[in-house]
């Protein structure tokens, strides 16, 4: 019979070497609601971090991504129709009983089947996403110089087993927005109709 060992305390990372490290997310594209679309995002401990539910038809024109206690974060709303078809991202703050969106990024296509994203009150496009054609799960988001901030690909066990189409793993850079890449994961699931 087999026994699990726990790692010996020598061999384990501290603290600031975790933080400066990638951050790694698992992205399941279904919808924790019964019949519902969405996404659910997993943090690094295994605990439900954020989730996404649109209550609506598949593609609905406006979706929230939410923390676990159901508060609305991002507010992303479809524009447009066919080639100047936009994603509009609005970040959310809570007043008291009162929700107020203010304009972050927008994402649009991009040729060669990519896509851009350009942030509200900047200039220009700020981050690229390279390889995110339809139903393609692999691919990643770089910054204005190049470097890249962001992989997602299909999760994998540590025993190599490729999951489903539907189970994602997101690393994150230390110095990225974490919740601006995990928008733009979702903004992409809409892109492709995974959502």
Not at 47 to 65: H, I, Q, S
Not at 66 to 89: P, T
Not at 135 to 144: A, F, L, N, Q
Request: proline share 3%.
């Amino acid at each position: 019979m087999a026994k699990i060992q726990p790692l010996s305390a020598a061999g384990s990372p501290s603290s600031s070497d975790y933080q400066r490290s990638q951050q790694e997310y698992t992205v399941w594209m279904k919808s924790l609601v019964f019949n519902g679309n969405g996404c659910t995002v997993y943090g690094p401990d295994g605990t439900v971090a954020f989730r996404v539910d649109n209550y609506g038809c598949r593609g609905g024109r406006e979706v929230f991504f939410m923390d676990r206690a159901g508060n609305a974060l991002i507010r992303i709303r479809r524009k447009g129709f066919g080639v100047f078809r936009r994603w509009d991202v609005c970040r959310c703050t809570h007043n008291g009983s009162q929700e107020e969106a203010t304009p972050w990024f927008t994402v649009r296509r991009a040729e060669k089947g990519g896509a851009a994203v350009a942030m509200h009150g900047g200039a220009g496009t700020c981050y690229k996403i390279d390889g995110c054609c339809a139903r393609k799960y692999e691919y990643k988001v770089s910054g204005v110089d190049g470097a890249v901030v962001a992989e997602v690909a299909r999760k994998q066990t540590p025993a190599g087993v490729v999951l489903g189409e539907d189970v994602l793993t997101l690393r994150v850079a230390p110095e990225a927005d974490h919740l601006l890449l995990l928008g733009l994961v979702v903004v992409l699931g809409l892109i492709n109709r995974s959502l």
